[in-house]
């Protein structure tokens, strides 16, 4: 490839990414993790994410002729049947079933965000540091906005964390990973700082450092426990890393710890006994009791278990109550249902793939693995939040970052 060449390359990868910054400014400030309807800030957001893909990777990926590249990762092998088959597959049993067009879209939507790697990634691997950067920006972005969003909602209740569980609201904008994302990217930035040192990085460290807290403080007021747990376990294991690299920065974690105790000690000792009464309360939130009603639903004829019921299917729920909704809380099951077995396969597929890369991520970037980890086990694991656009988006960020090798722990 010439250097015009690559340059235009270069230049379209960074139009791209900004294209996603602008999308998830919108995001985060104006539209929710589950908008009820496409509105005009979701078309604007649609328009953005045309605008990254642009038109040769859909184009590519729909005729296989992306299959054709020599040099196709292994994770983009696997991806590309599998989004042809999930597509297809339950979009046919589905309309053959007679599903309404409504509940199918709503359902072809949030697959396409889980696959939005397959499209995003060639877009942007030309744009150097920049794009993961831009990406990992704009991710932070939309999850500060939609915390703002939050605490505005409930009148900045600060003094209530602790004290009483708060309401998630009609939004539930903390529900995208976006949000616990950066609860845990920004202490984690704000080591990295502390590390490097320097005046500048001194200065950025604390507003890190403060912004991260107020996003877990929300997550903290709302008693998110998984999201709580996994932010904490993330910070140890980050702290860990850097205190073996740079050990005088134990002396500095230890501080911010004890002021954060003498701050606002109270505060985060009631937070802990909330999510233990949850917990005692709830349990897993009827997680078993709806995996069962799943397996008694595709075990009803051979077709439904292999196939699934397609895209738009409903089922009574146990875990809302018995009512007939067209989700589940996990992937496993939702994929179960809607896909059956094959389908459940063709994600497997899609999912090792990408596992294999964060892996890697994690021994070779553990500021950014362990900054990406929470969020992905929640959605991917225990959250119906697989099915928002910042899934996808962190799934692209890990890709990017695994083939670069630059992240949250380089200069």
């Not at 999510?275 to 077709?303: C, I, M, Y």
Request: charged content about 15%.
């Amino acid at each position: 490839m010439s250097v015009a060449a690559e340059g235009e390359t270069g230049l379209r990868a960074g139009l791209a990414a900004a294209a996603l910054v602008m999308a998830l400014a919108l995001y985060g400030a104006f539209s929710a993790p589950a908008p009820p309807a496409v509105r005009l800030t979701e078309a604007a957001i649609g328009a953005l994410l045309l605008l990254a893909v642009g038109w040769r990777a859909p184009l590519f990926v729909v005729t296989g002729h992306a299959l054709r590249r020599a040099d196709l990762p292994l994770w983009e092998a696997l991806a590309i049947p599998a989004l042809a088959w999930l597509l297809w597959a339950p979009l046919l049993r589905g309309a053959a079933l007679g599903w309404e067009s409504a509940d199918i879209l709503r359902d072809v939507v949030p697959l396409l965000y889980l696959f939005l790697p397959v499209l995003l990634v060639p877009a942007l691997r030309r744009g150097g540091a920049w794009a993961e950067r831009l990406l990992g920006g704009g991710l932070i972005l939309a999850g500060l906005l939609f915390t703002l969003r939050w605490w505005k909602e409930v009148q900045w209740g600060f003094g209530a964390v602790g004290v009483r569980a708060m309401t998630d609201g009609g939004a539930y904008f903390l529900n995208a990973p976006s949000v616990l994302f950066a609860a845990v990217a920004l202490p984690i930035l704000a080591l990295g700082l502390l590390a490097r040192g320097g005046v500048a990085r001194w200065i950025l460290a604390p507003a890190c450092g403060l912004a991260g807290a107020f996003c877990l403080a929300a997550l903290a007021g709302a008693v998110h426990r998984s999201a709580l747990g996994l932010a904490l376990l993330s910070g140890v294991a980050v702290a860990v890393w850097w205190a073996r690299r740079a050990p005088g920065l134990i002396l500095l974690v230890l501080a911010g710890l004890a002021l954060a105790f003498g701050l606002a000690g109270e505060s985060l000792f009631g937070a802990w006994g909330q999510a233990a009464e949850k917990t005692r309360l709830t349990g897993v939130n009827a997680r078993w009791d709806e995996a069962a009603a799943v397996f008694q639903h595709v075990a009803r004829s051979p077709w439904s278990l292999l196939f699934g019921d397609g895209w738009g299917a409903r089922l009574e729920n146990p875990a809302v109550g018995g009512w007939r909704v067209s989700y589940t809380h996990t992937l496993a099951t939702y994929a179960l249902v809607k896909g059956g077995l094959l389908g459940v396969l063709a994600l497997a597929a899609y999912l090792g793939g990408l596992s294999s890369a964060l892996l890697r991520l994690l021994r070779a970037d553990p500021p950014l693995g362990w900054a990406l980890l929470p969020p992905l086990l929640m959605a991917l694991g225990v959250h119906t939040s697989f099915k928002y656009l910042d899934t996808g988006l962190l799934l692209t960020l890990v890709l990017l970052c695994d083939e670069k090798r630059r992240g949250l722990s380089d200069p």
